[in-house]
């Protein structure tokens, strides 16, 4: 499994892309900072936060699909 796809389960409801993500990972230097990242969400849950261009084909077809236009993202 990627690092990024936390959760093989669940239906896409939620993705917002172009992304600059600060994903605060231990295991990353500093912030964990992903420049054109995604974020997908479903059934109440993160199901892939991590480069755009690494998501899943499962995660595409959101019901909801947002460009955010280079801002920033963080845990919350």
């Known amino acids: 499994m990627h ?15 172009n992304v600059r993500l600060a994903t605060l990972n231990p295991h990353h230097q500093g912030l ?4 054109k990242a995604a974020v997908v969400a479903g059934g109440g849950r993160i199901l892939y936060a991590g480069p ?9 077809d959101a019901e909801t699909v947002e460009d955010c236009g280079g801002r920033w993202m963080t845990p919350g």
Do not use: N
């Open 3 to 17: 690092e990024h796809d936390i959760s093989r389960s669940g239906k896409a409801e939620s993705l917002w892309r």
């Open 32 to 35: 964990g900072i992903v420049e």
């Open 52 to 60: 755009e261009a690494e998501l899943p084909a499962r995660l595409r």
